[in-house]
Nanobody
Framework: QVQFVESGGGLVQPGGSLRLSCVAS????????MAWYRQVPGKQRERVATIILGGSTNYVDSVKGRFTISRDDAKKTAYLQMVSLKPEDTAVYYC????????????WGQGTQVTVSS
């Protein structure tokens, strides 16, 4: 019963900011890495940010310097702080877990829509 519930999306203007939340359940949250993904209709999901157990983070080049991934193990929640948003960031954003070097491709949530438009 692994589940992820994403929230915090919405419509923002270019240059705006948004913070996404991902509440996880059904597993021991603190034992797994976490990642944020995004998907545009007709295209594959893209992993944009990861955070591993030791706290190290990685980002795809297109969001580096603008997005920050974090986690709160007590709340079993991962976050994605997004600033300086661009129209190209428009997508449905999802979260999921990983273990070691393997990222899960199961138990996807509904995602949260982020639309960047003037």
């Amino acid at each position: 019963q692994v589940q992820f519930v994403e929230s915090g999306g919405g419509l923002v203007q270019p240059g705006g900011s948004l913070r996404l939340s991902c509440v996880a359940s059904g597993y021991i949250f603190m034992n797994y890495n976490m990642a944020w993904y995004r998907q545009v209709p007709g295209k594959q999901r893209e992993r944009v940010a990861t955070i591993i157990l030791g706290g190290s983070t990685n980002y795809v080049d297109s969001v580096k310097g603008r997005f920050t991934i974090s986690r709160d193990d007590a709340k079993k929640t991962a976050y994605l702080q997004m600033v300086s948003l661009k129209p190209e960031d428009t997508a449905v954003y999802y979260c999921n877990r990983g273990y070691g070097s393997v990222w899960s491709d199961a138990n996807w949530g509904q995602g949260t829509q982020v639309t960047v438009s003037s």
